[in-house]
């Protein structure tokens, strides 16, 4: 589905010009929290030293936060991430803290004020096992919310459309966008909007809650939402299931594709790319990425690493291999960060024409961090899902938690709230 990988990549930044304490969080396991900088303010929902959902927002150049404290606590489960948007009347909404649960959703009674959020349903329906939310804006930058209905092997995708005078919730599209049938469901990486101007959308199905039942990495695009084509412009009739869908490389299950490194990318020419990784005919995992080359998909494979990621089972499982999309670096070449168990983090630096690999930069694997006696705490990153006032400068959580535990309780110890901090980086 959606990918939230909480143990972030992040690679190759400019150094930290300065950080801002936000406060204590929990640490007992990874959680994403989330940023918005909306003008001259920034937004920062997270979980705090008692798992409670806490709202903080100050102004830009100010340290000081004013709080407000939600009515939800998190659970030994690392899919219950937060997420926050911003409306075009200044209302903030918020949703997170599910992992196949009613939906849970809250909007503010005033604009930019996190001290009225009130808890209130969407559209009332197919709301009652629901994960992954994610906010988003439309072709005519609409806001849309999507989620899955179901479960892990048996959902659906739901996309609705918000209206901000009426401050209501309708269906942006009269049926799911993908269905599993009841036989298994997606994960989406998407949709983004492209170079083109099109919405773009990859994704893998899986058969049940195994992750290693993952299969057949797909793709679709669409103008305006609504219609949705193949790469090629035929159009897809919807919802989309396993048997319609575009299917750009037929990976089996237990092939060594998962949700969560599959990845949407363009090149210079906006060619679409889609890069994850599966198992090589020796079993071990290679990153491949096909790209719409004349109308047709072309594979490509990129590394030629001598390690198996064998990954099974249910729950949040501890991420050995992370991979971003691939971006143009430069005439005439391409970039894919990586951050893999045996060979570290670095990049791959490609070709364009070819897709060859020119060169690796890469960095050994390092140790777990180690902070006041503190060990296997390893540091967390979320993005900025706002925009931050200069073109100079972005901004980014980070925070320390204990591993993936497979969204199981820990019977040891758990270490003391870390501090979450906004960090401001040169772009």
């Known amino acids: ?3 939230v990988l909480l143990n972030a990549l992040v690679l190759f930044a400019a150094p930290a010009a300065g950080a801002v304490d936000v406060a204590p969080v929990w640490a007992g396991h990874p959680v994403g929290f989330c940023l918005y900088t909306h003008g001259n ?10 798992r409670c959902l806490t709202v903080a927002v100050r102004k830009l150049g100010e340290t000081a936060w004013h709080t407000a404290k939600l009515s939800e606590h998190v659970v030994w489960d690392s899919h ?7 409306d075009d009347e200044g209302y903030l909404h918020l949703s997170g803290n599910m992992h196949v649960v009613p939906l849970i959703y809250f909007r503010t009674a005033k604009p930019l004020d996190i001290d009225t959020f009130e808890r209130v349903k969407m559209t009332g329906e197919r709301e009652d096992r629901c994960t992954y939310p994610k906010f988003l804006r439309g072709p005519k930058n609409e806001l849309i919310f999507t989620y899955r209905d179901g479960s892990s092997g048996k959902g659906d995708q739901i996309f609705n459309v918000y209206d901000p005078t009426a401050k209501t919730w ?11 049938e009841n036989e298994r469901n997606a994960y989406l990486e998407g949709p983004l909007k492209g170079p083109d101007g099109r919405f773009h959308l990859a994704w893998v199905w899986r058969d049940t809650g195994d992750c290693a039942t993952n299969h057949d990495v797909s793709y679709a695009r669409s103008a305006d939402f609504v219609h949705w084509e193949s790469a090629s412009g035929n159009p897809l009739t919807l919802p989309i ?8 490389d037929p ?5 060594g594709v998962i949700n969560g490194n599959v990845k949407l990318g363009f090149d210079s020419q906006h060619r679409v790319l889609v890069s994850y990784h599966k198992y090589d005919e020796a079993g071990n995992t290679q990153l491949w990425a096909v790209r719409l080359e004349n109308g047709a998909w072309q594979k490509h494979q990129i590394s030629h690493w001598d390690y198996r990621w064998g990954f099974s089972g249910g729950g949040a499982i ?6 971003s999309a691939i971006r143009p670096d430069g005439p005439g070449k391409l970039k894919q960060a990586f951050r893999h168990i045996k060979y570290g983090a670095g990049a791959f630096v490609l070709d364009e024409a070819t897709m060859q690999v020119l060169d690796t930069a890469q960095t050994p694997p390092q140790s777990p961090a180690v902070e006041a006696g503190k060990t296997g705490m390893e540091e967390q990153h979320a993005g900025d899902l706002g925009k931050s006032p200069s073109p100079d400068v972005r901004y980014e959580l980070r925070w320390e938690t204990l591993g993936y535990n497979r969204d199981k309780p820990r019977p040891g110890p758990i270490p003391e709230p870390s501090m979450l901090r906004v960090v401001e980086l040169g772009r």
Do not use: C, H, K
Request: glycine share 6%; charged share 15%; aromatic share 12%.
């Open 318 to 323: 501890p991420w050995e291999i992370s991979v």
């Open 251 to 255: 990976i089996p299950p237990g092939g």
């Open 241 to 248: 299931t396993f048997e319609s869908a575009e299917t750009v």
């Open 41 to 50: 303010q920034q937004f920062v929902a997270y979980y705090d030293a008692e």
């Open 80 to 86: 219950n991430y937060i997420t926050l948007a911003i």
């Open 170 to 180: 309708r269906r942006l599209l009269d049926t799911p966008l993908l269905s599993g």
């Open 1 to 3: 589905m959606i990918a």
